[in-house]
């Protein structure tokens, strides 16, 4: 498969990955350019492997990451700037609009772990290769993400408790 076909095939998965994970649409578009130009110069070893999928998910993850460590503290985003972007006025999308909007503001570690769980349906495996870690810190960071999640939906920390979380997270 050359690169051409793969990045139009794989492109609308990248894309919405680096979204979900990334806070500003135009700086996820960016990043993605970025990895996609230096996946297209290793092609030639990244395109016979079996895992190719994975290996640009990692890339495009890691960058996503050390982007955010280098200009995250210092640049705001378009979005922090703006505020909030203006949610759907219909009431089937307003809630995923404050769900999304919640899930921006998680660390992005616990951020990229709820987006490739959820929005591509990964296991904690592929989750634990893609960001380069144990498949158990991959569980910490989703029970703290579902956490943070539940405490800023209801308002309360007291008495949040998930058995299925907590015994992924301690068995």
Same mark, same amino acid.
């Given at each position: ?30 990043? %993605?350019? !970025?990895? /996609? *130009?230096?996946?297209? +110069? =290793?092609? &030639? ?9 994975? #290996? ?38 307003? %809630?995923? !609009?404050? /769900? *999304?909007?919640?899930? +921006? =503001?998680? &660390? ?9 769980? #959820? ?53």
């Amino acid at each position: 498969m050359s690169f051409e076909q793969y990045a139009r095939a794989r492109l609308p998965v990248l894309v919405g990955i680096a979204r979900g994970i990334c806070r500003d649409r135009d700086l996820a578009q960016d990043v %993605l350019q !970025e990895v /996609l *130009l230096r996946a297209h +110069r =290793r092609w &030639p070893s990244i395109g016979p492997m079996d895992g190719r999928d994975a #290996y640009v998910r990692r890339m495009l993850v890691n960058e996503l990451i050390s982007w955010r460590r280098r200009w995250g503290r210092s640049v705001p985003s378009p979005a922090e700037l703006l505020d909030e972007v203006t949610p759907d006025s219909s009431e089937r999308f307003a %809630l995923r !609009e404050e /769900l *999304l909007a919640e899930v +921006r =503001r998680l &660390p992005v570690k616990q951020r990229a772990v709820i987006v490739l769980r #959820y929005f591509l349906d990964l296991s904690d495996d592929e989750i634990a290769a893609d960001l380069g870690c144990s498949r158990g810190t991959v569980r910490v960071h989703a029970s703290r993400a579902l956490r943070t999640l539940r405490i800023r939906r209801t308002g309360d920390s007291a008495g949040i408790s998930d058995p299925t979380i907590d015994e992924e997270v301690t068995g």
